[in-house]
């Protein structure tokens, strides 16, 4: 079974990125100018939008490795 623990925009500017809420809540205090809840019901349970212009390589992977672990830790 797949999951998909981050998705990259057509225009590739932002990327979504399955947190849980605990996780987005940490993000957007520490980087608010990088991270922000999406808008709707999905953004309440965790999923982040993330402006890529605005994070180093070294946070961006970061943050894709806190999403997928997350995502191999729900397939359990």
């Not at 605990?22 to 019901?41: G, H, M, R, T, Y």
Request: aromatic letters at 6%; a positive charge.
């Amino acid at each position: 079974m797949h999951r998909i623990y981050a998705t990259l925009a057509l225009d590739g500017r932002t990327a979504n990125l399955m947190l849980t809420p605990d996780e987005q809540a940490l993000k957007c205090e520490v980087a608010p100018d990088a991270f922000s809840p999406i808008p709707n019901a999905w953004g309440a349970r965790g999923a982040t939008t993330a402006k890529l212009a605005k994070l180093t390589v070294a946070e961006l992977r970061q943050a894709l490795e806190t999403a997928w672990r997350l995502a191999i830790a729900r397939k359990r």
